[in-house]
């Protein structure tokens, strides 16, 4: 029984007293105190497979993982002494629910990374395929944006191109109606309007080609800009392990048996607070926990008792006995 001494620490089960108990009362418990090591290693292992899919690294995935397990071998341990065994009320129910709800929470995020490492094969698959659709899907997405980006330059330098073409014809017809025309006053009018339109669309000009000029840089910068942007993306969809799609594609695919599964861990994590609900006032080891702990009150409160006559004497000259009740039931 003695190398089973640090298990059964983990729930903080009294070695000494269990050791008074039968050996098949120890082999209870030394049972319960194996599930739920199990329980926390398993809790652990998922954890640091889950953070290491979500942050690949391996560090902070093992510290979280730690952690975790450290939490739920402590709630177990709360719950485990926790439980009072008592007839159950409505109060009593609502607590024990509670706590199989919080149970339930940490067997489903244990039993998600260790599917996931079961159906490896299967998931590993999957991603590879959502991963090829997810770099389809963004490249075909940026072309559409690369097309649009590109087609609205094209329509800007046409419009600007049009309109310095508009410009020039118009300078030509004026052109057109001074050499038809004789009256020298006429001549003089149409001459004013070439050089105004001349001089405005030289303006015009020098504008048009500078804004042309840097819509043709845009454009040839485009096709720079969408590789850029696709290998952005590729590096990230490489690193992504798309742990919801995981999730997701095992609940699609595999429903009856991750729901199987999921019933199992929550039947494993839930197994030592029911073993205590029913072992608490019915079996040997609480039992004796509890004829120990009267027997020490008994022993406290005789002392007590003892001390209080003495003093009530010495003080005030008169024996007075202090009443002989007990609020504790053996």
Known sequence: ??????????????????????????????????????????????????????????????????????????????????????????????????????????????????????????????????????????????????????????????????????????????????AETTDAILRAEITHTIEVLTAEYEKRQTVSNGLIGDYKAQLTKLDSKKEHELEYYNQIIAVSNFVVQRGEFLFMSKPYFTRIFFLLFVCLFWYPLLFKQRATHRWEYDKIKRKIEFEMIKTEFDAFKENYEKNFAEKFGVKRSYPNKYYLNE
Request: charged share 20%; aromatic share 10%; hydrophobic share 50%.
């Open 1 to 178: 029984m003695t190398e089973h001494k640090h298990i059964l620490s983990l729930l903080g089960i009294d070695f000494t007293i269990l050791l008074q108990c039968s050996v098949k009362e120890q082999n209870k418990y030394v049972f319960v105190s194996r599930v739920v090591a199990f329980n926390v290693l398993l809790a652990t292992f998922g954890i640091i497979y889950l953070f290491h899919l979500l942050f690949n690294n391996l560090a902070i995935a093992i510290v979280v993982g730690l952690m975790w397990g450290l939490i739920l071998l402590n709630l177990k341990r709360f719950v485990f002494h926790s439980v009072s065994g008592k007839s159950m009320t409505l109060g009593v129910f609502i607590s024990i629910l509670l706590k199989l709800m919080v149970f339930a929470f940490f067997a489903v995020i244990t039993a998600f990374p260790l599917q996931l490492i079961i159906c490896n094969k299967s998931v590993n698959e999957f991603v590879s395929e959502f991963k090829e659709s997810k770099r389809k899907e963004i490249s075909e997405e940026i072309d559409l944006i690369s097309k649009s980006e590109r087609f609205l330059l094209n329509k800007k330098i046409s419009e600007l191109e049009t309109d310095l073409k508009q410009k020039r014809d118009l300078i030509d017809n004026q052109k057109l109606k001074l």
